[in-house]
Each structure stands twice: as structure tokens, then as C-alpha cells.
């Protein structure tokens, strides 16, 4: 599976789009980007997923870019509850199914 | 609905014990992974199971570690002679689908097992 690079933390306002880039240049054809965020003391909690297209649903969106080198999830407003660390993961479609987590990043929404 | 159910979610053992961590994983799902996460870590793959079958074992980080699913549904994750360096909280995943397949998975809270 491909590693990901994602910035150690960040901090967004309260309401304001939030931006969280995932650089995965590496990855191969197969390979699925994912997003999970953990909330303190919670276990983890997928959010989104793509191979190519860009998706949206009701938590979030996600742009991978034509090369599929990068990619951003993007939280249309954020609110305090979303503050969190956010993992970017490549996963291969076919094998176990487990999930490499790297250090992710550290997402502070302030009010 | 109930999700994915861990106990106990706080287990204290001193070195050298055996500790059992139960997971009960949402009804009818296929796949159950086990997962363990350091401090200030992201969690790292312990084991994967499909149904009753453990089709991989790669993560763990020896032999004093046993996981099983009997029955396909609850699983168990044992620890021999626990050590210091096993304090870690111990996350369950279940997924609807066999692991090959895209699948969503759903983690439980986690047991946070401290070794003194």
C-alpha cells in the first residue's frame, strides 16, 4: 500500500471550510484513497472514499487531484465536533482490507 | 443500532498476567480486524478475520498474542505474560463485506489495557 504524507496539524475557524491536504504520490492504479478521523477517546470513523472522481457526501468532500498524486478533504463548515485527527489512507481494492494509518493530522477547530 | 461493542474498556494488569479483550462485533458483518494504538500513535493491524477464518496474522507482535472467532460473530484478542510495552488501547473493526471488498469499517471504542 502506498504512504501518505498529511501536515501534523492544523487549526480552522469555527464555520469555515476546512481544508486538509494528503500528499500520496506513490500510489498505483488500484489504490483507493480513504479518510477516517478519530474524536478523542473514540474510535475510529470513516468518513469518505474515492479512486479517481471526486466525492461528496453528507460529512465531506473529497478532491484527488488528475494525477492522483494528492488529494484534500474538505469540511464544508466546521464546526467544534469536528475537531479530531484525520487520517489519509491508500488502500489496494482486493487484499485483507486492512488499514495502514500513518500519523494523520491533527484538525483544531476553534470558535 | 448497536455498533461495535468492546469490554472491558479499561483494563489495568500487572506484568506478567494473561488479559482477555472481548469484541462484539454488529450482527451478520464478515470481517472483524483487531487493531492496537500506542499513545499519541495512529492504530496499527494486528489481525483480520473472515467469518471463523483468521486469513491474516501479520500484525502481531509475537506469539504472546492470540486472537480468535470461534463462532464467526465475537472475537477474542489474548495477551500471555504481559509486558509493559503491550499498554496500548486495542481497537475492533467490523465490516459487512469480506476484506477483498471496498467495505466501510466500523471501530469500536476500545479497550485501553495498562501494564504497571
Known amino acids: 500500500d502506498a504512504k501518505t504524507t498529511q501536515p501534523p496539524s492544523m487549526d480552522c475557524a469555527e464555520g469555515r471550510a476546512a481544508n486538509l491536504p494528503c500528499n500520496h504520490s506513490?500510489?498505483?492504479?488500484?489504490?483507493?484513497v480513504y479518510w477516517y478521523r478519530q474524536i478523542h477517546s473514540q474510535g475510529p470513523q470513516y468518513i469518505i472514499h474515492g479512486l479517481k472522481n471526486n466525492e461528496t457526501n453528507e460529512m465531506a468532500s473529497l478532491i484527488i487531484t488528475e494525477d492522483r498524486k494528492s488529494s484534500t478533504l474538505i469540511l464544508p463548515h466546521a464546526t467544534l465536533r469536528d475537531t479530531a485527527v484525520y487520517y489519509c489512507i491508500v488502500r489496494v481494492a482486493g487484499n485483507t482490507g486492512k488499514l495502514i494509518f500513518g500519523q494523520g493530522t491533527t484538525l483544531q477547530v476553534k470558535p | 443500532g448497536a455498533g461495535v461493542s468492546q469490554s472491558p474498556r479499561y483494563k489495568v494488569a500487572k506484568r506478567g498476567q494473561d488479559v482477555a479483550l472481548r469484541c462484539d462485533p454488529i450482527?451478520?458483518?464478515?470481517?472483524l480486524f483487531w487493531y492496537q494504538q500506542a499513545l499519541g500513535q495512529g492504530p496499527e493491524f494486528l489481525t483480520y478475520f473472515q467469518n471463523e477464518a483468521q486469513l491474516d496474522k501479520s500484525g502481531l507482535p509475537s506469539d504472546r498474542f492470540f486472537a480468535e472467532r470461534p463462532e464467526g460473530s465475537v472475537s477474542t484478542l489474548k495477551i500471555q505474560r504481559t509486558q509493559q510495552e503491550d499498554s496500548a488501547v486495542y481497537l475492533c473493526a467490523s465490516s459487512p463485506l469480506a476484506g477483498g471488498n471496498y467495505n466501510e469499517q466500523f471501530f469500536g471504542p476500545g479497550t485501553r489495557l495498562t501494564v504497571l
Open positions: 506513490t500510489i498505483s492504479g488500484n489504490e483507493y
Open positions: 450482527s451478520g458483518h464478515v470481517s
